[in-house]
């Protein structure tokens, strides 16, 4: 058994406030598959490029073994895949590639295609039988399903499964049940280290959460009750003081002297109090909450909104999928679904409108207002508060809708290039919130989304009933939220 062994591992970003990660100490088995888990913002991709050694820390990781990071960052897309992967390793016996990418029902002929022809899903998983090829590497996987389908969540995550010595960031909770046996946690106050997947962790942390809060609630009595202590005794020194000054012939030196001494006693009481207060304050756990999210939807006089008979998509005459036909009624969820590049995204340019070759029957009830998240986010840039502005979205409901998605007040002053990949989704998301719509159609809006969102998400879609379009892969997900699911084939 080799261990990686971090210990006081403390970081702060260049003009941080605070640290993002402070006297750490952690002992990783190399044999493990490791779940890595975490609010956007929290700091897992950090954790990963420390370990990398590309960030200057205080504190000490020794690792025996070389860490390998994905996703690779591959420099020409019109290279052929093979030639890519050469680069990427060198030399290499084929045959070790040829197995891992017949387990990920890849088909060899995708090595010899330039690889900007391969779908997104063809990519991620050829990249994933790359780092398998070679031995004696910890492999960091940075949200490898982001790019993925239902069938290839499922395919990656018994594939990896199969295979030991890893670290995973996702927030696909059933594609952890899957692949991990330990589950490392950033949460609120501290890092946490939990054997067994997602429902495990899930679990001890509900049990741990309930334990807290009723240990806070003593808490929160008890720092009342030394607060009302320690303003009785103010207005007592108070009281004291004031007898200083009255009528009659009463000895003024001696009161001014035990009103002094009393006073001084009173100051030391409250300072005791306020040194107690401040202690049991600490104690205090802050608890991740996941706070409800609202929407405000628009009635319309149809009750069906949009429809398709018969109806698919063709390029130069080719229909792209079988014709399918679905209803969209207000207070519905439909879910589309199919594989990467079976035309999920282009069934919803259609419905918005874009000019794409059509077959059969699409309907759309007249005057229907569609509140619209794209799968894209790289136009997000520049001013925070601009963006709100240019959106024509209420301020206060926008920033309130993203602290609850739990972005911090000082994420607000940075430009939106400087956040990540889950930050930016959520502008998109908190964007769509605010608006008041009759449709509300996401393309794959989870993406690089954390889990405590994704079930403030879930939990708000069960509680309002937007009508809604999505494209999304993550099964419990789809399980909880969906009406209705159009499979293209």
């Known amino acids: 058994m080799a261990l990686i062994d971090i ?51 205080d504190g000490s990781i020794h690792t025996p073994v070389d860490f390998e990071y994905f996703p690779y960052q591959v420099k020409d897309l019109e290279n052929l895949t093979i030639e890519i992967i050469k680069a990427l390793k ?19 002929d995708i090595l010899y295609r330039p690889f900007s022809t391969l779908s997104h899903g063809e990519q991620t998983k050829i990249l994933l039988a790359t780092m398998f090829i070679s031995y004696n590497k910890f492999l960091l ?3 490898p399903t982001n790019h993925l389908d239902v069938h290839g969540r499922k395919l990656v995550a018994e594939y990896l499964a199969n295979k030991k010595g890893f670290i995973v960031v996702s927030h696909d909770r059933e594609f952890l049940n899957i692949s991990v046996d330990h589950i490392l946690a950033i949460e609120k106050n501290k890092i946490v280290l939990t054997k067994g997947n997602y429902d495990t962790w899930q679990h001890n942390k ?44 009463v000895d003024r030196g001696y009161i001014g002297h035990m009103a002094a001494k009393m006073m001084k006693r009173s100051k030391n009481i409250e300072k005791r109090y306020e ?20 929407i405000t939807s628009l009635e319309h006089h149809s009750d069906t909104l949009i429809e398709a008979r018969d109806f698919t998509l063709s390029y130069d005459k080719d229909p792209i999928f079988k014709p399918i036909s679905f209803a969209v009624n207000q207070g519905e969820c439909l879910v589309l679904q199919g594989k990467n590049g079976s035309g999920k995204s282009s069934i919803i340019k259609a419905i918005l409108g874009e000019n794409i070759q059509t077959k059969g029957y699409l309907w759309k009830t007249k005057n229907m207002v569609i ?95 937007p009508t809604m379009i999505l494209i999304e892969h993550d099964r419990k997900f789809i399980d909880k939220v969906a009406t209705d699911i159009v499979k293209l084939q």
């Open 371 to 465: 509140s619209y998240v794209p799968q894209q986010f790289d136009f997000l840039k520049g001013s925070l508060f601009e963006f709100i502005d240019e959106s024509n979205i209420d301020k206060t409901q926008f920033l309130t809708i993203f602290r609850k998605m739990g972005i911090s007040r000082e994420q607000f002053e940075i430009p939106m290039e400087g956040y990540s990949s889950g930050q930016k989704k959520k502008i998109l998301l908190a964007k769509s919130l605010c608006e008041e719509a009759h449709v509300y159609i996401w393309d794959e809006p989870l993406n690089y989304i954390d889990i405590i969102s994704r079930i403030q998400i879930e939990n708000m879609i069960l509680e309002y009933s």
């Open 141 to 143: 996987i940075d949200e």
């Open 7 to 57: 210990k006081d591992l403390t970081f702060t970003h260049v003009g941080g406030l605070s640290p993002i990660f402070d006297h750490v100490d952690l002992q990783l088995d190399t044999d493990w598959k490791l779940g890595f888990i975490g609010r956007n913002g929290y700091g897992k991709s950090t954790f990963l490029k420390l370990l990398m050694g590309e960030f200057t820390y």
């Open 206 to 249: 509900h049990l741990e959460d309930r334990f807290e809060l009723e240990r806070n609630e003593k808490l929160r009595k008890e720092i009342r009750r030394l607060k009302e202590s320690a303003r009785e005794k103010a207005l007592w020194s108070d009281k004291v003081e004031k007898t200083k000054i009255g009528q009659g012939p």
């Open 275 to 294: 040194k107690a207060i401040e202690e049991k304050q600490k104690l205090l756990k802050n608890i991740e909450e996941i706070e409800p999210l609202q």
């Open 90 to 108: 060198g030399e290499f016996p084929l045959w070790r590639l040829q197995k891992e990418m017949n387990i990920l029902e890849l088909k060899e």
